[in-house]
């Protein structure tokens, strides 16, 4: 199972921090995925991390995202959480946490490949 919460409406220029929590699966063991459903448009893929062999993580975000946005783990409790800072109104939308056993995380993620999926969480950025 996996469930998203964090979700809300801040002004533009604020920040958010989404929780993705698992069970009955390890976040350590599973590639994540962050994917944004925007009004009337299609899931994107935003940011994807894998764990590595090393123990360090493949991290992948898509250019709109990058520099504020972070994604980081906590393996003890199974979550991993989404740090969104300097939201823009284009940031709106309804934010999903995906989990799969085999996905490649060395370009932006694709619904297609990823097979658990929490229900999202409703990111509105507005002034």
């Known amino acids: 199972q996996v469930v998203e919460s964090g979700g809300g409406s801040v002004q533009p220029g604020g920040s958010l921090r989404l929780s993705c929590t698992v069970s009955g699966f390890s976040t350590d063991d599973y590639v994540i995925g962050w994917f944004r459903q925007a009004p009337r448009l299609e899931r994107q893929g935003i940011i994807c991390m894998s764990r590595n062999d090393d123990s360090s993580d493949t991290i992948y975000y898509e250019d709109s995202v990058k520099g504020r946005f972070t994604i980081s783990r906590d393996n003890a409790n199974n979550t991993v959480y989404l740090q969104m800072r300097a939201l823009k109104p284009e940031d709106t939308g309804i934010y999903y946490c995906?989990?799969?056993?085999?996905?490649?995380?060395?370009?932006?993620?694709?619904?297609?490949?990823?097979?658990?999926w929490g229900s999202g969480t409703q990111v509105t950025v507005s002034s």
């Open positions: 995906a989990a799969d056993l085999a996905a490649w995380c060395g370009y932006s993620p694709k619904v297609y490949e990823f097979d658990h």
